[in-house]
């Protein structure tokens, strides 16, 4: 990377000679996918308005990245290129994934990207506790820890259950955890009311139901292992009754190009399948649904706390937390069977109980947002300025024109 491709401004030890506000603390929002990135522009809110605060984003080193900074700069954000962000010094750096924290300078405060820590995951090779089951992404002293000495000065948990894990696989981390709850929870809760304006958006009438295929990335994945099952629902489902969406995890489209993805899906979209773009915000359409046909991805999770009928197609308990959300939602719903008729199975799904998985989603439900808020400032060394927020609904979905293939 060449030098004058590095920012001049706001940070570096010059910047001071062209900057307009002077003295501000700056925040370090490490995106390492366009999933952290939803989570983390979410965070962000409760910062950027202040007028002691500069916000600046990089873009880590990650399988999936690819695609992160764009999106980052058409949404107005300032991203730094990476060799410059392990460069500097920052007041506050925040994370939801692991990849290249050891480099970056600055108290560091990680959270989940998803819906809790509920993805076990394969014991790595460093030192740690013995443990009798496989550890739980992200709690791990593998990813906490390097050399003995915890990485972050926060971890921000979802939930209470969460120190438990905590304490067994990396006790050391305990000081610095902080129960926050589950933002991503609140924001659905917020936009609930909006559920008519997004169908109308969507182009669902009144008399038709919104059936939302969820898909996580890897060969376990409902895109990857069923890839016939999407056709199968246009084929089925009677388009006057029925609309069809997909929703597909951004590391698919990644891995593949969105022109391939677009391509394997074309006559999908041509008999009217909905599909929203990975950089779109997923939850209007998770709000606007009425089935939800998912696997053990995150959205599966949060689709069953709003209540949707739910059908799965998850590769078993084996690959989630016990006590999970995904774990209730795995052993709960009804197991969709791609070779029997889709429309009796339809029928034939129910909702669960919403407050039992919402209870396992998130243990501080409506105050994610306060309490994040106040774990930054605390390390910012900053008083709280005036009153937090509530939650607002996300936007309407934007559906553009398809691009031929």
């Known amino acids: 990377m060449n030098a004058h491709e590095w920012s001049r401004v706001?940070?570096?030890?010059?910047?001071?000679?062209?900057?307009?506000?002077?003295?501000?603390?700056?925040?370090?929002i490490?995106?390492?996918?366009?999933?952290?990135?939803?989570r983390l522009l979410d965070v962000a809110e409760l910062l950027e308005e202040d007028q002691r605060i500069q916000t600046v984003f990089t873009v880590a080193p990650d399988t999936f990245n690819r695609g992160v900074a764009g999106h980052l700069r058409r949404l107005g954000a300032l991203v730094l290129p990476w060799p410059q962000a392990v460069r500097e010094r920052f007041d506050l750096v925040l994370a939801a994934?692991?990849?290249?924290?050891?480099?970056?300078?600055?108290?560091?405060?990680?959270?989940a990207h998803g819906a809790g820590?509920?993805?076990?995951?394969?014991?790595?090779?460093r030192a740690g506790p013995v443990l009798t089951s496989p550890p739980v992404y992200g709690l791990d002293a593998q990813r906490l820890t390097r050399?003995?000495?915890?990485?972050?000065?926060?971890?921000?948990?979802?939930?209470?259950?969460?120190l438990d894990i905590l304490r067994r696989q990396c006790p050391e981390a305990l000081p610095v955890a902080v129960v926050t709850g589950d933002p991503c929870f609140d924001v659905l809760a917020?936009?609930?009311?909006?559920?008519?304006?997004?169908?109308?958006?969507?182009?669902?009438?009144?008399?038709?139901?919104?059936?939302?295929v969820s898909s996580t990335w890897g060969r376990t994945g409902l895109f990857g292992k069923w890839p016939e099952?999407?056709?199968?629902?246009?084929?089925?489902?009677?388009?006057?009754?029925?609309?069809?969406?997909?929703?597909?995890?951004?590391?698919?489209?990644c891995a593949h190009g969105h022109r391939q993805v677009r391509a394997w899906l074309r006559n999908c979209r041509e008999a009217g399948l909905l599909l929203l773009d990975p950089e779109d915000d997923w939850r209007s359409l998770l709000v606007a649904a009425d089935h939800v046909i998912g696997d053990h991805g995150s959205v599966t999770s949060y689709a069953a706390a709003l209540g949707r009928n739910i059908l799965h197609l998850a590769p078993g308990l084996t690959a989630v937390t016990p006590g999970s959300a995904q774990e209730a939602v795995i052993g709960g719903a009804r197991r969709l069977n791609p070779d029997g008729p889709i429309l009796d199975q339809l029928r034939s799904a129910y909702p669960l109980d919403p407050a039992v998985?919402?209870?396992?989603?998130?243990?501080?439900?409506?105050?994610?947002?306060?309490?994040?808020?106040?774990?930054m400032y605390r390390l910012l060394r900053l008083p709280e300025p005036g009153r937090h927020r509530r939650s607002s609904p996300v936007p309407v979905p934007r559906l553009r024109p398809e691009p031929s293939c």
């Open 10 to 28: 706001p940070i570096g030890i010059e910047a001071s000679r062209w900057v307009t506000r002077i003295g501000c603390r700056t925040v370090l």
């Open 30 to 38: 490490v995106a390492h996918t366009i999933v952290n990135c939803h």
């Open 97 to 111: 994934s692991y990849g290249g924290l050891t480099d970056l300078h600055g108290p560091l405060m990680v959270m």
């Open 117 to 125: 820590r509920g993805k076990a995951t394969r014991p790595g090779g």
């Open 147 to 162: 050399n003995g000495e915890v990485l972050a000065s926060a971890i921000a948990l979802s939930h209470e259950n969460e």
């Open 190 to 212: 917020a936009s609930m009311p909006e559920r008519g304006r997004y169908r109308q958006v969507l182009g669902v009438d009144e008399d038709q139901e919104l059936v939302v």
């Open 229 to 253: 099952l999407l056709p199968l629902l246009m084929e089925q489902l009677s388009g006057q009754r029925f609309r069809v969406a997909a929703l597909l995890h951004p590391a698919v489209w």
């Open 357 to 375: 998985v919402a209870s396992r989603l998130t243990s501080r439900p409506g105050q994610a947002g306060p309490l994040l808020r106040e774990a």
